[in-house]
């Protein structure tokens, strides 16, 4: 998105700058993306651009009044559930744990005391959550996690046509990308693809009270979950921005946030 502020990247800051710029009030922004397979409808790049996206966007609604300066997107994530799909790129668990806290190890040495994790890929999340408190052990830094959506396995909203089951590139997911990136979508392409028969159990479930490992083939060989048949951009407008509004209310929580104290 174009912006007229001036820049709030952090690599566009120089060495020296940083000393006088980034303090312990300073919000760390670290976007949290993906280059997986996402159905023949969308390109690999859908939760990157999504992660990138919503962060820039967040950093032009509340960058300036909290002091939030955005990290470079981490692009390469945890993606092992779509391994088997040509295209997919991705760590290994313990090589993103890794990736994360040598990251986080560096920027705590910029004096920022609070580093906010936005992801935008639901393989992440677990692993997100772990690592706040391994970085909040070794660096001291305050750590966070937000999403632009909440996947629908972690308790986040899904649409009722899916029976809750928009969990990878279905209707909410695809409408945002087609907010954002129009020319890279073929609805053409698109089926829909919801597991109905998981509908039926009471706790074996995505966000039932029993979770289960899966691979996104294990639910059919195209590897997508939800129906991106409604997909539209105006749904998807309004998505990203009534999620750029909840981030930035809880970048202002962050911004003064001390356990309760
Ligand atoms: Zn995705």
Not at 89 to 103: F, I, N, P
Request: hydrophobic share 40%.
């Amino acid at each position: 998105m174009a912006s007229t502020q001036p820049s709030r990247l952090y690599e566009d800051l120089t060495g020296p700058e940083i000393g006088s710029t980034i303090n312990k009030d300073t919000i760390l922004l670290l976007p949290i993306g993906a280059v997986e397979q996402h159905g023949p409808h969308l390109p690999l790049s859908v939760d990157h651009v999504i992660a990138h996206e919503t962060a820039s966007a967040v950093i032009a609604e509340c960058g300036e009044t909290l002091d939030v300066w955005q990290l470079p997107t981490l692009s390469v994530s945890k993606s092992n559930e779509h391994a088997w799909s040509p295209g997919t790129l991705m760590l290994s668990a313990d090589t993103m744990m890794r990736v994360l806290l040598d990251l986080a190890r560096s920027a705590a040495t910029s004096g920022a005391e609070r580093l906010v994790l936005l992801n935008g890929h639901g393989g992440n999340t677990t692993l997100l959550n772990t690592a706040l408190r391994e970085i909040r052990l070794e660096t001291g830094l305050k750590t966070f996690l937000m999403h632009p959506s909440l996947p629908p396995a972690y308790g986040g909203a899904s649409p009722e046509e899916e029976l809750g089951m928009g969990i990878h590139g279905g209707r909410d997911e695809t409408s945002v990308f087609m907010h954002l990136r129009p020319d890279q979508v073929n609805l053409d392409l698109a089926e829909r693809k919801v597991p109905e028969g998981l509908a039926e159990n009471h706790h074996v479930k995505f966000g039932g009270s029993t979770s289960f490992g899966w691979l996104s083939n294990d639910f059919d060989a195209e590897g997508y979950i939800g129906d991106p048949t409604d997909a539209n951009p105006e749904l998807g407008r309004q998505l990203f921005e009534s999620a750029v509004g909840t981030l930035s209310e809880a970048m202002a929580e962050i911004k003064t946030f001390d356990f309760g104290r």
